[in-house]
């Protein structure tokens, strides 16, 4: 197991991606060490949970982003969002993230949700036809 992970941390890192994971029971957000860099902040002492995180998501994506995670949690996903968040520095950066529902707890309701995130360079801004918020992936 820990080899598998050291592989996938090594992948994760060569694609320049960073990843978070959502308890969706306790609002709990575990973050990688390279999507917390990507927003300014120091993994050492970064810790935050879904209240928090929605928070720091540019006011006029908020309602978007909390739609799009009602929506995961409803049918597993996976679904892709673009979204703007705030870093430690206070600017807006923005990220695209392809999130799922990965456990299931008792009677099928969602208990976590894993989401992925390219790393861009800063003020890089993903190009969609359809305007910053995708369809559920295929």
């Avoid at 807006?92 to 309701?109: D, F, L, M, Q, T």
């Amino acid at each position: 197991l820990r080899e598998s992970e050291e592989r996938l941390r090594l992948a994760l890192s060569a694609s320049r991606q960073g990843w978070f994971d959502v308890n969706l029971v306790s609002g709990k957000v575990t973050i990688s060490p390279e999507y917390v860099a990507m927003i300014g902040f120091d993994s050492s002492d970064f810790d935050s949970d879904l209240d928090n995180w929605l928070a720091h998501v540019h006011p006029e994506d908020r309602a978007a982003l909390s739609l799009a995670i009602e929506q995961v949690k409803n049918d597993g996903g996976p679904r892709t969002v673009e979204y703007r968040r705030q870093t430690l520095s206070g600017d807006w950066r923005w990220i695209r993230s392809v999130g799922k529902v990965v456990e299931w707890g008792a009677r099928r309701r969602p208990f976590a949700l894993s989401a992925f995130t390219p790393i861009l360079p800063n003020g890089s801004r993903w190009k969609t036809m359809s305007g910053s918020w995708l369809s559920t992936m295929p």
